[in-house]
């Protein structure tokens, strides 16, 4: 689906698999507990390290010593230019194996393939599913990596304080009821967009008008949503500051959601954003509720900038050490 220019073929599938990353769907037990099992393996594995410190950029990416996502063909011939793709066979036999099977999960992709189209074969149906695995772990992963680094920063710590009393008094509140925990995220996915490439888009037929330049119909526009995300300042104020609470002003939150370009827009916006959002929100509040963070002594900013990957965006230094620090029922810290 990522690689199809057409656009009547690009919205075909689309509407075949939009069905499986639907808010109703994602939200399912079976998804839900999916989520919640690997949100729960990340805090342990973090909090039961020597000391509390973790390096969460490579459990943020547990799959990656199994998979590195293969990159989309658009980009194939340059990039084997310079170096060959990794081989990832676990997650290709994986894919393989299972595209073949019958009576697969209801909330699957392959369930969904199996229920409305019979004109692809199985090595159709994987490297579709491939494809969605490319575009969700790494991105995620990312995105997660660089807000927890910010909360954990001395400047945001009454943010995360602000957040784990949220956390702490709704526990049983549905995850997209709580304000201020979506405005962390969207604040998150504002300030550090897990994809730093542009998104092409062609023209429409008769041409536009973009900020009084005269564009031809065809013509290849793109933008990306770094920019997006500060170059309003009418819109965003202070761009370049990590500030949530601009996500609860009732005044100008059409416009916020709007501009809001983590996920893209429009028919070809991403698929999979609500499957993204309940992983961010779920981890978050299996951390804050129960620990607060700071970072390692021996980290710099430096090595947290946003480095360019082309399709991701990963720390510059490739670690993200974070101490994690217990808190009681009353949201102290616990003592060890």
């Not at 009576?103 to 149906?125: C, H, N, P, Q």
């Not at 490439?197 to 023209?203: G, T």
């Not at 959601?257 to 509040?285: D, P, Y």
Request: hydrophobic share 35%; proline share 6%.
């Amino acid at each position: 689906m990522f690689t199809t220019l057409n656009k009547a073929d690009h919205a075909k599938r689309k509407r075949i698999l939009a069905d499986r990353y639907a808010n109703s769907n994602v939200m399912k037990s079976a998804s839900v507990t999916g989520v919640q099992e690997r949100s729960s393996r990340f805090v342990r594995r973090c909090t039961s390290a020597p000391g509390g410190v973790s390096d969460i950029f490579p459990c943020m990416h547990r799959l990656i010593s199994h998979y590195a996502p293969t990159l989309h063909r658009l980009f194939s011939k340059m990039l084997y230019l310079f170096a060959k793709p990794r081989e990832t066979p676990l997650a290709d036999d994986y894919v393989l194996e299972t595209s073949q099977l019958s009576g697969t999960a209801s909330f699957t992709l392959m369930s969904r393939f199996d229920e409305k189209t019979s004109d692809l074969d199985y090595i159709d149906k994987a490297a579709e599913c491939l494809d969605h695995m490319a575009a969700g772990i790494d991105t995620t992963g990312d995105g997660l990596c660089f807000l927890l680094w910010e909360l954990s920063q001395p400047r945001s710590l009454g943010i995360q304080r602000t957040l784990a009393e949220e956390l702490r008094a709704n526990r049983e509140t549905p995850l997209d009821k709580l304000p201020f925990l979506d405005a962390v995220v969207c604040e998150g996915l504002r300030c550090f967009p897990p994809i730093p490439m542009s998104l092409p888009r062609y023209v429409p037929r008769g041409g536009r008008s973009i900020d009084g330049f005269w564009l031809p119909e065809r013509t290849v526009v793109s933008c990306q949503a770094y920019s997006v995300h500060r170059l309003n300042s009418e819109i965003f104020p202070d761009g370049d500051v990590f500030s949530p609470e601009r996500w609860l002003d009732v005044k100008g939150d059409a416009d916020r959601r709007r501009i809001q370009f983590a996920f893209s827009n429009g028919g070809r916006g991403c698929v999979g954003k609500h499957l993204a959002l309940i992983e961010m929100k779920t981890l978050l509040r299996d951390v804050y509720s129960k620990y607060s963070t700071t970072p390692h002594e021996s980290m710099q900013e430096e090595a947290m900038a946003m480095s360019d990957q082309l399709i991701s965006a990963r720390p510059l230094g490739q670690k993200c050490l974070l101490r994690f620090h217990p808190l009681d029922v009353d949201g102290e810290e616990v003592k060890v």
